[in-house]
């Protein structure tokens, strides 16, 4: 098998990964059953289960995990004595957001300047994709040297660890000697990129009360205690002036010792606008992957249209904490209720609900799969050599693995770099980084087959 032809067979495949493509991000493949149809989850596990099928796996299987969603496994065996790898995607996708805000529909795949946009185009249902692709190329050229076992979870965007307690329920369904998890990214387009640390996280829904019921503002105002005045002081005592994380007894000051993120770069990749100012102190790298990062994701009080002069007697906030590796995301959600607790003001009810929690994770890049890797990007990726970078994000299956099976060796690619905008309107993938990465991906299967890992 040479490269060149690895690569050849993944760019014949491409027509048809962007018509795969096209049908799983149709699914509205939210897993908030408030807001989106169980119905739409459903129909893309099934797609999932339909396509590991097609490629021979056995032991096809839709898992329902303990969150109420459903997780997608196969097994593809592999020659008898070769060690195993776990591919690992999900399904699952953001709220579309704002769909008036996407230039094209979020959920019809549609090319625009080179890219692929729709909801999950690159985060990461492309990361499923990149599998397949990575698989069909091997079939065509020899076979899979190793066993695959492929996931694809559906409810990772949600956090709410079905996967994970479903794994520590079943241990050796998803044991591997080598597990590849597609879903981080490139630091830049065409710089192949592994991902070294993920930040953990604690999210938590607080809630004030202060009143029965509205009053007032006129009548009342000024002496009634306004429970949405309460949690905005609560919030804004989670921030330094200069913007950093401030909870009490939590550690703030991790520094990052890898890749450097030049601050131009960064303000061009979250598209901060002229003459608005980055907040917390120390280098980017520092603050977005080795410090903890506080995020209001969203506020329960009345909307500007419609206002009434009213005192609020209640009101609700739902909040992320990010956490590096080294802090515990349990010890860092206990710290942080105590300190919501502590700043509310006037004798407010607070209370504070978990509602979803991660570890962070650090991988050992000096492992043979690394290594392998590296000999495998640099093939995909002619003239450059796989970089290590941290990712703000948190995956919290990779240390449900580390601790199921500590001696499999844990790598994170895939398909998200800064352009992608995952998480945002207009996400969209590059192909060439879909086709690059599969390239990669089959090749480092290869070399790990030989390296003799099993």
Same mark, same amino acid.
């Given at each position: 098998?040479?490269?060149?032809?690895?690569?050849?067979?993944?760019?014949? #495949?491409?027509?048809?990964?962007?018509?795969?493509?096209?049908?799983?991000? /149709?699914?509205?493949?939210?897993?908030?059953?408030?807001?989106?149809?169980?119905?739409?989850?459903?129909?893309?596990?099934?797609?999932?289960?339909?396509?590991?099928?097609?490629?021979?796996?056995?032991?096809?299987?839709?898992?329902?995990?303990?969150?109420?969603?459903?997780?997608?496994?196969?097994? #593809?065996?592999?020659?008898?004595?070769?060690?195993?790898?776990?591919?690992?995607?999900?399904?699952?996708?953001?709220?579309?957001?704002?769909?008036?805000?996407?230039?094209?529909?979020?959920?019809? !795949?549609?090319?625009?300047?080179?890219?692929?946009?729709?909801?999950?185009?690159?985060?990461?249902?492309?990361?499923? #994709?990149?599998?397949?692709?990575? *698989?069909?190329?091997?079939?065509?050229?020899?076979?899979?040297?190793?066993?695959?076992?492929? @996931?694809?979870?559906?409810?990772?965007?949600?956090?709410?660890?079905?996967?994970?307690?479903? /794994?520590?329920?079943?241990?050796?369904?998803?044991?591997?000697?080598?597990?590849?998890?597609?879903?981080?990214?490139?630091?830049?387009?065409?710089?192949?990129?592994?991902? /070294?640390?993920?930040?953990?996280?604690?999210?938590?829904?607080?809630?004030?009360?202060?009143?029965?019921?509205?009053?007032?503002?006129?009548?009342?105002?000024?002496?009634?205690?306004?429970?949405?005045?309460? *949690?905005?002081?609560? *919030?804004?005592?989670?921030?330094?002036?200069?913007?950093?994380?401030?909870?009490?007894?939590?550690?703030?000051?991790?520094?990052?010792?890898?890749?450097?993120?030049?601050?131009?770069?960064? =303000?061009?990749?979250?598209?901060?606008?002229?003459?608005?100012?980055? @907040?917390?102190?120390?280098?980017?790298?520092?603050?977005?992957?080795?410090?903890?990062?506080?995020?209001? !994701?969203? @506020?329960?009080?009345?909307?500007?249209?419609?206002?009434?002069?009213?005192?609020?007697?209640?009101? $609700?906030?739902?909040?992320?904490?990010?956490?590096?590796?080294?802090?515990?995301?349990?010890?860092?959600?206990?710290?942080?209720?105590?300190?919501?607790?502590?700043?509310?003001?006037?004798?407010?009810?607070?209370?504070?609900?978990?509602?979803?929690?991660?570890?962070?994770?650090?991988?050992?890049?000096?492992?043979?799969?690394?290594?392998?890797?590296?000999?495998?990007?640099?093939?995909?990726?002619?003239?450059?050599?796989?970089?290590?970078?941290?990712?703000?994000?948190? @995956?919290?299956?990779?240390?449900? !693995?580390?601790? #199921?099976?500590?001696?499999?060796?844990?790598?994170?690619?895939?398909?998200?770099?800064?352009?992608?905008?995952?998480?945002?309107?207009?996400?969209?993938?590059?192909?060439?980084?879909?086709? $690059?990465?599969?390239?990669?991906?089959?090749?480092?299967?290869?070399?790990?087959?030989?390296?003799? =890992?099993?």
């Amino acid at each position: 098998m040479t490269a060149n032809r690895i690569a050849e067979t993944v760019a014949s #495949l491409m027509p048809r990964a962007r018509t795969e493509l096209a049908e799983l991000v /149709a699914f509205r493949s939210v897993a908030d059953v408030a807001v989106f149809p169980r119905a739409e989850c459903e129909a893309a596990a099934g797609w999932v289960a339909d396509a590991l099928r097609a490629e021979g796996f056995q032991d096809v299987a839709l898992l329902d995990t303990p969150d109420g969603t459903q997780s997608v496994y196969g097994l #593809l065996p592999g020659p008898v004595g070769a060690p195993t790898v776990l591919l690992y995607a999900h399904y699952d996708v953001q709220p579309p957001l704002d769909e008036d805000a996407w230039l094209s529909p979020p959920f019809e !795949l549609t090319e625009r300047e080179g890219r692929w946009y729709g909801r999950g185009a690159a985060d990461c249902k492309g990361g499923f #994709l990149m599998h397949l692709l990575a *698989l069909r190329a091997l079939k065509a050229n020899g076979g899979v040297p190793v066993s695959v076992k492929v @996931i694809a979870e559906g409810s990772e965007e949600q956090g709410t660890g079905g996967l994970e307690r479903y /794994a520590e329920a079943h241990p050796e369904l998803l044991a591997a000697d080598a597990v590849v998890i597609g879903d981080t990214g490139n630091f830049r387009t065409g710089l192949p990129t592994v991902t /070294a640390t993920l930040r953990g996280m604690t999210m938590v829904r607080v809630s004030v009360d202060t009143l029965e019921g509205n009053l007032h503002s006129g009548q009342f105002g000024g002496a009634a205690p306004d429970a949405l005045a309460a *949690l905005i002081r609560i *919030l804004d005592s989670l921030r330094a002036e200069d913007g950093s994380t401030t909870v009490d007894g939590l550690a703030a000051e991790g520094d990052w010792d890898g890749l450097d993120y030049p601050e131009a770069d960064f =303000r061009k990749d979250a598209k901060v606008l002229d003459g608005v100012g980055l @907040i917390g102190r120390g280098s980017v790298a520092d603050r977005v992957w080795a410090r903890p990062a506080m995020t209001v !994701l969203g @506020i329960d009080c009345p909307p500007v249209v419609g206002a009434t002069p009213s005192v609020q007697a209640s009101a $609700r906030a739902t909040v992320s904490l990010r956490v590096p590796p080294g802090q515990d995301a349990t010890e860092a959600t206990e710290l942080l209720t105590t300190h919501i607790e502590k700043h509310t003001p006037w004798g407010a009810r607070v209370a504070v609900e978990q509602v979803g929690r991660g570890q962070a994770f650090r991988a050992d890049t000096s492992s043979p799969a690394y290594t392998a890797m590296a000999d495998a990007m640099r093939v995909a990726y002619p003239g450059q050599e796989m970089q290590s970078s941290g990712m703000g994000g948190s @995956i919290p299956l990779c240390n449900t !693995l580390a601790g #199921l099976y500590p001696a499999a060796e844990i790598l994170l690619i895939g398909l998200s770099d800064p352009a992608a905008q995952i998480h945002a309107v207009n996400e969209s993938v590059s192909p060439q980084e879909l086709e $690059r990465l599969s390239v990669a991906e089959a090749h480092f299967l290869t070399n790990y087959a030989r390296s003799g =890992r099993a």
